[in-house]
């Protein structure tokens, strides 16, 4: 993913604050259109999205402007059809939403098939380049690494660092190595000193007090508007854990639990959802790009 401003405004676009805020309102729609536009060929009239937001409590102002700055970054192209304006997606917001699915649903939150090989990642910039430093920074926070010591980073897997530094004048000034940890290393020691597990735990605590009631609170009984507040929290949890190793992380971390909640009451809430949604999204087909210079 290549949005240097989402990196900027946090791993989801929100921060971590308390459980029970509203969500930003791009964040909400990033994940609106991950579960029912993405995959299906299709536009969403805006009249629709507006009527979606309002039910998680997000005012028609809030979620036009939002719309708006989505367009302009090449996250949302609009198409008018009589009176209606319709929102479909770009390959960059495709990208992103591709980047949640799979964060989501694939990879789980705890890292279980660890084969023991750690991501190095050392930089050296010029002490004027601090844009450009914050920038890389923030992307490498956003791929799970951890600052070990100056401008070495790390992270617990094999990453994909060439699209990381996709972009990036600081990327001729980054060198990455694949390693072990030998003796005398302490891992242990290594994991808490370039990771706040605390802060990361704290995270999925708080996802687990909120959503683990009868009546989370500020959650609207309206299935929809649940089911999009519930995944989008969970994404912003997730998005900030580093997916350790299990090996190395404290006893009862709480992870797996929390995922085991939202798995289960994503799919408690789905087929509602899904009857709601389908009442209530305006639809058009998605229009098959046209070749060159065709009329």
Not at 243 to 272: C, I, K, N, T, V
């Amino acid at each position: 993913m290549r949005d240097d401003d989402l990196y900027e405004e946090g791993p989801a676009g929100g921060g971590e604050g308390e459980p029970d805020a509203t969500p930003r309102p791009q964040t909400l729609l990033l994940t609106f259109f991950g579960g029912h536009v993405l995959g299906r060929d299709v536009r969403v009239a805006t009249s629709s999205v507006l009527d979606v937001l309002r039910r998680v409590g997000v005012s028609e102002h809030a979620t036009r402007s939002t719309l708006s700055r989505m367009a302009r970054r090449g996250l949302l192209h609009r198409t008018r059809r009589g009176r209606n304006v319709y929102l479909g997606l770009t390959p960059r917001s495709r990208e992103i939403l591709r980047d949640g699915e799979h964060r989501i649903w694939r990879i789980g939150a705890v890292n279980a098939r660890w084969d023991g090989t750690w991501t190095l990642l050392g930089f050296s910039l010029p002490e004027s380049w601090q844009r450009q430093r914050h920038v890389l920074r923030s992307r490498l926070l956003w791929a799970g690494f951890g600052a070990l010591q100056g401008g070495l980073w790390i992270a617990p897997s094999a990453v994909d660092v060439c699209a990381l530094l996709d972009g990036l004048e600081a990327a001729e000034h980054v060198k990455v190595f694949r390693a072990r940890a030998l003796p005398p290393t302490n891992v242990a020691e290594l994991v808490r000193d370039a990771w706040d597990l605390a802060a990361v735990a704290a995270r999925y605590d708080r996802f687990l007090r909120r959503w683990d009631a009868a009546s989370p609170p500020g959650v609207p009984d309206d299935s929809l508007a649940r089911q999009l507040l519930l995944e989008t929290e969970w994404l912003q949890v997730i998005r900030q854990d580093p997916r350790l190793p299990r090996e190395h992380l404290p006893a009862a971390w709480p992870a797996e639990r929390a995922q085991r909640l939202f798995r289960g009451l994503h799919a408690e809430l789905d087929p509602a959802a899904r009857a709601i949604a389908a009442e209530v999204l305006d639809t058009i087909a998605e229009e098959e790009p046209q070749p060159a210079g065709a009329h």
